[in-house]
């Protein structure tokens, strides 16, 4: 793991490259870690690609910690970036840039290490789902499930992604072409191509047909082989698809609001937190007992569980470790209680976040529509046309150019593209915004959000004004 620290106090500086040594020791592991007193030489040196995981301090003279995470997230939208602050008071803005987490100094050795460590194993299960390069962008991981098909041209090797997106990367074939032939959903049709059979839609003897329709050259040297393959890929779907149709039918969630289990032995805290989640579009279910929270996670389809630790019967760890064997519902920790030891307990229980009850109720919904959000794998990119939005990285571009948008303008595209057609209210465009009554001031948004996407693309108006009622996205037709 590559690790980068910035913090211009040098004895906190000096304390954490000790804590970076123990934790090497303590693990037996060998990381790169590079260490810098100021932001502006940190900046210096950034091209894109060169870090996994950066340390970075929120208050440092001339240009801040999240402003450095903005100039960073230009070059690499993947890096996890986790704020370190004697201050919780930036930690809502720190999220808006795409925070892994919010560390309050003094940093300790358990939830330091405990960080690290869930850092890397993500960083291992990204690397082994998928492929981590470079291009002029900047550093780019595409999962395997996401890959159409694998064309080269010259030095150039162009990694054609299913929702219409091109990476060109200049390698060789024989770069990756190892680690995708060795994957039962890849094969080599022709010396310049490779195709994932998950989305071949026919086969005959010259060349395959993608499900987006597009045409994939075979060798004549390779032609049996590949029928075969696609035969034998489809029997295996097929068998599988039969055996596991009960589950697959029980984790199906229809498109609409997200569905949140709250499992709180408070009935204040469980009407103050439904509220909250409610206001922001949310459907929410709340049990009393981890009991009960399992039950209802066995049979429903959840976007998340936010589990009090303190609860009736096992504690909010132990059904939590429960709750990670019977599904990938991302678990986030909502607890009164706020030692660290008790946070790192829940980070090893399996938990993607702990917030505590002291949170501010709007930095409470960043944090829970940012890990909600990021845990939808599946779900990291929306395309309109020219349009992309980039969800990991809570950026928007026009045929590849970035829109430039500040958080807010980010979430009311995101919230009203995933609904288009729909009207939505005033009142429903502030309390994307930020939860508040319509007070008309939330008009400024949207007209900077509506100038910016008409002067980047001005073919077609993605924001439409309904007389007398609000606004809806309309995507275009092509």
Known sequence: MRIAVCDDDDNELARLMELMKEYQLSRGVTHDCRFFHNSTEFLCGIRGGEYDLVLLDVIMPGVSGVEVARELREVDKNVKLIFLSSSPEFALESYSVGAYYYLLKPADAKSLFSLLDKAGDELRILKEQGLVLKDRKGIVRISFSELEYVEVINKTVSFHLADGEVREVAIALGDIEEKLVQRPEFIKTHRSYLVNLNYIETVDASCVVTKTGHNIPVSRQRRNQVQDACMRFLFQSDVADTQEAGTAKKQERPDGPWRILLVDDDPADCVFYSDILKDHGCMVQYVESGRDAL?????????????????????????????????????????????????????????????????????????????????????????????????????????????????????????????????????????????????????????????????????????ESVWGQGYRFVPPNH
């Open 295 to 463: 039950k209802l996670a066995a049979d429903e389809p959840y976007d998340c569980v936010l589990l009090d630790v303190m609860i009736p019967g096992e504690d909010g760890f132990a059904i939590c470790e429960s709750l990670r064997k019977l599904s990938d519902i991302p678990v986030i920790f909502l607890s009164c209680v706020t030692e660290a030891d008790k946070q790192v307990e829940g980070f090893a229980a399996g938990g993607i976040e702990y917030i505590t009850k002291d949170t501010p109720a709007e930095l409470f919904w960043t944090k829970v529509k940012t890990r909600i959000r990021l845990s939808a794998a599946d779900r990291t990119q929306l395309r309109f046309g020219p349009l992309l939005l980039d969800l990991a990285g809570h950026r928007a571009l026009m045929d590849g150019k970035d829109l430039s948008l500040t958080p807010a303008e980010f979430d009311i595209l995101w919230q009203i593209s995933e609904q288009a057609g729909h009207i939505f209210t005033p009142e429903e465009i502030a309390g994307i915004v930020c939860g508040m009554p319509w007070d008309g001031g939330q008009q400024m948004h949207m007209s900077r959000l509506r100038r910016k996407l008409e002067k980047a693309w001005d073919r077609h108006h993605f924001i």
